[in-house]
């Protein structure tokens, strides 16, 4: 044909407008970077809580929700693989309500505790320990052989005491509820060590009264099973962004409070607030570096409450921390 146009060799690269050597888009590698500073930005806080027990109280719509309790089991397990050793804690309120309801229990809360009748104590049990501990490890399990399932009553974990409330200046009784007055760990320590991450809930046998199991706050439980086992952190997650000095203005969300100033401001909080924060204080009071409160109906809220420069929610700090 006479025509001497030479056909250069392909050079193998990418023909898509933007494209790298490496076959990567621009916006592609904008992304990576991102992905890559939120790793390095992580790094202080791996240093920082590697082989240490962080206690992570599960509850609130956290725990009704499937996609949560998926996104909460991811962020457990991806503790444990980044060297730490998490031990979870785990109330179930409204479980325990909606169960209560169907079996046509009467149930009350009174000054942020649900009132407990022997009958209602059967149904706490079943729910805590029957229900919710099955499926939390469960959920983890799809992970790897990693959780196991304890209740507060197992192998002198917990020692309780009934407890009742204060209300207008005057006691009320709640019935079989109680305080964690002794911590046995031990039986978590095992597990720890055996590289697991112990799934606990919040029942205590009664000191008092052979036989006799309390319904324990799961609050209170896991500040008091944190200063057991000497934790570096508490998370408490709940269904709020944290504490407000100045409820209900959300512009008053509090990032850090010292336990000297959370200690005041205790008694002027709302009832169902009262529990998570004074089991905050008594954390902090009891050894633990830090404890916080974060918003459970987040996904990956852990995540980002450890592993982030502002983590979220509201921090409480021993006053020379501060």
Known sequence: MGDDTVIPESTGTSATPGATASGATATETAEARVKAATLIESLPWLKRFHDQIVVVKFGGNAMVSEELQRSFAEDMVYLRYAGLRPVVVHGGGPQISSMLERL?????????????SPEAMDVVRMV?????????????????????????????????????????????????????????PQAVIAQLDAGRIPVVS????????????????ADSAAAALAVALGAAKLVILTDVAGLYS????????????????????????ESGMI????????AVDGGVAKSAIIDG????????EIFTQSGIGTEVVPVEAA
């Not at 000191?207 to 324990?216: A, C, E, R, T, Y």
Request: proline content about 5%; glycine content about 12%.
């Open 297 to 304: 109906r987040i996904e990956h809220s852990i995540l980002l």
């Open 275 to 282: 529990p998570k924060m004074a089991a905050c204080l008594e």
């Open 128 to 184: 805590l320990s029957g229900g919710i501990n099955r499926e939390l490890v469960s959920h983890i399990n799809e992970h790897g052989p990693l959780a196991a399932g304890l209740s507060g009553e197992d192998a002198g974990l917990f020692r309780g005491r009934r407890r009742g409330a204060v209300i207008d200046g005057e006691e009320v009784d709640l019935g079989l509820v109680g305080d964690v007055v002794g911590v046995d």
């Open 246 to 269: 100045d409820w209900p203005n959300r512009d008053s969300l509090v990032s850090v409070i010292t336990s000297d100033e959370l200690r005041s401001l205790l008694p002027s909080l």
């Open 202 to 217: 919040s029942i205590a046998p009664d000191m008092d009264v052979p036989g006799q199991s309390l319904n324990v706050n």
């Open 104 to 116: 046509g229990i009467e149930s009350e809360f009174r000054g942020g505790y649900r009132v407990t």
